[in-house]
């Protein structure tokens, strides 16, 4: 799904008026109108109280035609108009002008009882025209929104929030509906307590508008996934399925290169073989007997060389630092033209060496974690600031650069795809070597590398939402992502059956 910005937003809204020959007032009113018949889907009781916070732009707008429309539908509505929040847009007074014609006061300071009522807080105090930051009075409404103990939805984003910079302060919200798409701040790391969940609300803006405009965001979605999901062919062997080739490991750590050997091959690829040092010989043919085992060195690899031909190579999980290592690995990458995925201490050795960087095949995947990434690129300001260094990085380099974060950020080919999957269960030691061993047997699969990195990442992210629900997130563990990805294979297959 494209990600816009705010400008782009605005756009969509004027191709849409005037192809569709409808005024702006009609325009807040099919937005009022789906975030109403949501609320009513969700809330059928007519004993909730929605108490509704508008300022006098737009987003207030919008907050007047659900307040109206939930008023007359015969829900206990309140609503209050938050000063300090600009000049009234012309939607806006149209609409507070109805509310009065349809009998509803506003900044009544009616009170309602709490423990006899379902009460919902409504926030339509700023939506995506906030410019600056926000005032005494409109931080006051925030701050009691944010301190009741109520349900909170705002209404097309978290008011506060900015869309282009850093936001200091911004409603809490449990819900967000927001209209036609999301917004890349949503995903941000710093906005993460601002938001428990999305909801996209369609309100008809110009599909060719949407398909033609360009952009260099996307979320990665499910439509995005089954995109770039490829299916076993039903004539596969495993010779057609593909070798994937995963070096790493050292004493202490062979943990790594048996967790990421084992999603290579259950991604699907036909061949796995794992290249580690000797001690670990034992361990990776005893825990994964299905893999090939290849050695160097004795606890850490020093030297890297085969006469196998795999078609994908995963290298550095738990191959330490050691002079030797790092010597052997950059004498490796050297000579590559393998599609590649680096990780861990394979990424600290290029950020030591990065002119090295350049000499990369084309389209390599870099899968850095938030310290190893520093390291690759420098330190950043903020999110905002993040992203772009991410996407001209990328760019630069003219490779693939999976950025892992709460939300993972996959730069490739000038775009930027945030992935929608995943949870906190993730937050637990292996789960990147997992990552890595599924990019990598996608690779050998021939996937491209672009759809290897976007699709491993959403793989990754399902497998973990689907086997959360049964282990609880604290105790799911790196082994759990490989054992659910199976599930996580058919609920795509399921969901793809289902179109
Ligand atoms: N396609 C859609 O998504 C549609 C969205 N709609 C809704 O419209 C809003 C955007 O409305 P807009 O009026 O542009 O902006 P806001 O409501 O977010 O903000 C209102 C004005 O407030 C002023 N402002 C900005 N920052 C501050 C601040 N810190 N303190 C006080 N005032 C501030 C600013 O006006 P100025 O003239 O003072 O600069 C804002 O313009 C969108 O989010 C949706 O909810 C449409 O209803 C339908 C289509
Ligand atoms: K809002």
Redesign the pocket.
Known sequence: MKIFSASK?RE??ETTISRQGITTGE??ER?GTEVFLWLKKRFPDKETVFHVFC????????GLVVARLLHNDNYKVVVDIVE????P?E?FTANFEKLEQNNLACNTNEAYEYKKHKIIFLDAI??????????AE?KEAIQRINNSAVKIIS???PSGMFMDRKSDIAVHSDMVLT??FTKLAFYLAGNCNFIKEIKILD?G?DKDFIANEPTQFFLTDRTEAHQRYRPVPAHAHKGTQGHALIIGGSYGKIGAVTLSSKAALKSGCGLVTAYIPKCGYTIVQTAFPEAMVLTGGEEHINTIAFDIEPKAIGIGMGLGQQPETQQAVLEFLKHQKTPMVIDADALNILSYNNEWLNMLPENTILTPHPKELERLMGSWEDDFEKMEKIRAFAKEHKIILVAKDAFTIVACNDRVHINSTGNAGLATGGSGDVLTGIITGLLAQSYSPADAAIFGVYLHGLAADIGVCETSKQAFTASDIINYLGAAYLKIEAEKAQK
């Open positions: 937003i969509a809204d325009l807040m937005a300022g006098k732009g737009n987003n207030g707008g919008d300090g929040t600009g000049n847009s939607d700023f939506g995506i025209g906030l410019n600056r930051e926000v005032g409109a209404i097309d984003v209209f036609q309100i803006l």
